[in-house]
């Protein structure tokens, strides 16, 4: 059974459109990450949730935002794509207390 | 350069070793490990190595650790079709970020 799941799987967007990625985890784990992984490139971590502690990376683009409603659930809302964020975005759960991350299949979203 | 390099492609036939290499450049992380992604799929943990170890095995896979060269290879034995896929490399500090490669293509030919 899946146990980080990601919807939509796939998205196209058009350029400036707001659009929303969600992800949802039956683990009860307390790290939830979302990654950007663009095309042969190596994923790149966006921020994390340590329960309802956000951690933004310092390079992270200001249009990427996230909401953690709850344990559950993590979305990633990007307030106005543009063509360059065209990739596959990942979430991931941790326990916080190793460093395993379990990985959702991806939402693979392109903007047009 | 990147902080974690890998080569982007390998390829082996059915049966042989396969050797993935990384090299990586922040020598305070705690923990090294391998994620393997097939098509289409996230990424699934295959095995990590403490800083503090040289060598881990697990059934198939040897993981070695240089840590003077700041050097980590993944062994596959007997490799199959099925271990097709993309391989990173990423090391960590706690949990708060991992830090991936830029993967190694590994096709095995039948």
């Known amino acids: 059974d899946a146990m980080v799941i990601q919807n939509p799987r796939y998205q196209v967007t058009q350029f400036g459109k707001p659009v929303t990625l969600s992800c949802s985890q039956t683990l009860n784990h307390n790290v939830m990450y979302w990654y950007q992984q663009k095309s042969s490139q190596a994923p790149k971590l966006l921020f994390h949730?340590?329960?309802?502690?956000?951690?933004n990376e310092a390079d992270t683009p200001d249009n990427f935002q996230s909401r953690r409603p709850n344990t559950s659930f993590c979305f990633l809302d990007i307030r106005s794509p543009g063509l360059g964020d065209t990739a596959m975005y990942l979430c991931a759960t941790g326990t916080g207390q190793n460093t395993e991350a379990f990985f959702g299949q991806g939402t693979r979203l392109t903007v047009v | 350069g990147e902080d974690v390099e890998q080569s982007l492609f390998l390829s082996v036939r059915e049966g042989d070793s396969s050797v993935i290499n990384c090299t990586y450049t922040?020598?305070?992380?705690?923990?090294l490990y391998w994620y393997k992604q097939e098509p289409g799929a996230g990424l699934q943990l295959l095995t990590y190595i403490f800083s503090n170890m040289d060598m881990k095995q697990d059934q198939r896979l040897t993981v070695l650790l240089n840590k003077k060269d700041k050097h980590l290879s993944l062994r596959i034995a007997d490799t199959q079709t099925g271990d097709s896929a993309i391989y990173f490399c990423a090391h960590g500090e706690g949990y708060q970020k991992v830090t991936f490669g830029t993967g190694t293509k590994l096709q095995v030919i039948p």
């Open positions: 922040d020598s305070s992380s705690t923990y």
């Open positions: 949730y340590y329960d309802k502690d956000f951690n």
